[in-house]
């Protein structure tokens, strides 16, 4: 995150925006669009591309779709496995070298067989909540987030400086024991229906005041510390 200085709503207030965005366009200047083929420090797949086709806004929402590398005009089924895939010529920059995560070979791996987006806001809070609305996709080798870092790696790269995962689903796979250690809207003894966060989009809420910590999902409260 690229702010200048994070942003501390006064207690008194609770009603302070610091950030908002309902993608009637897309407005880039908001994000730091990442463009990398790193793997995340897990081997994924995926090459994060700003491309139009991963990433674009349609009537009101924002799209982060996977594409097939084979799809894109640049490269076919034989460069995967010994072609060279240059992000830096590709799409002008690169925001993560490790792990030849700017320039790929293949030959002894594949290129990356995926392309998808990830983006990060530039504004920046101290304490207060957060609100998502989202759709997940329901689909192989899909695995989704919406997560906050911090802006400044005070105690080094990730994990050490800290982490909020807000949502992580796996699109081909749900267990309803997952993720939460307390109440769930899923449960056998829950008087909210059971049902997978496929169906429709849903409210993803996350809530930082120093001493606590909560969230909730569709307005149900799933943990807090």
């Known amino acids: 995150m690229y702010t200048s200085g994070a942003i501390v709503p006064p207690k008194t207030i609770r009603s302070v925006t610091a950030f908002r965005d ?8 908001n994000y730091q669009v990442a463009c990398t083929a790193w793997g995340g420090g897990n081997n994924e797949l995926q090459v994060y591309t700003p491309g139009q086709a991963n990433l674009f806004t349609k009537n009101g929402h924002l799209y982060i779709k996977p594409t097939l590398t084979v799809n894109h005009p ?8 010994h072609g060279q895939m240059d992000l830096n010529g590709l799409w002008g920059y690169c925001t993560q070298a490790s792990n030849s995560g700017c320039n790929k ?12 987006g ?4 530039k504004a920046a809070i101290k304490y207060g909540r957060i609100n998502v609305r989202a759709k997940l996709p329901k689909a192989d080798w899909t695995w989704p987030a919406i997560w ?6 005070k105690y080094g790269g990730w994990p050490q400086s800290g ?3 807000i949502m992580e689903s796996r699109g081909n796979w749900f267990k309803k ?31 930082w005041q120093g001493d ?3 969230m909730v999902v569709d307005y149900v409260e799933m943990i807090q510390y």
Request: glycine share 4%.
């Open 22 to 29: 309902d993608f009637n366009s897309w407005n880039a200047n």
């Open 74 to 81: 640049d490269f076919d089924e034989g460069k995967l496995y």
């Open 105 to 116: 070979h293949g030959g002894q791996d594949i290129l990356p067989p995926v392309m998808s």
């Open 118 to 121: 990830y983006i990060t806001t």
């Open 148 to 153: 906050t870092l911090p802006r400044d790696k």
């Open 163 to 165: 982490a909020m995962d």
């Open 177 to 207: 024991d997952y993720q939460y250690a307390y109440q769930r809207p899923w449960t056998d003894s829950s008087r909210q229906p059971k049902r997978d966060f496929w169906e429709h989009r849903n409210q993803w809420q996350s809530s």
């Open 212 to 214: 606590n910590a909560a």
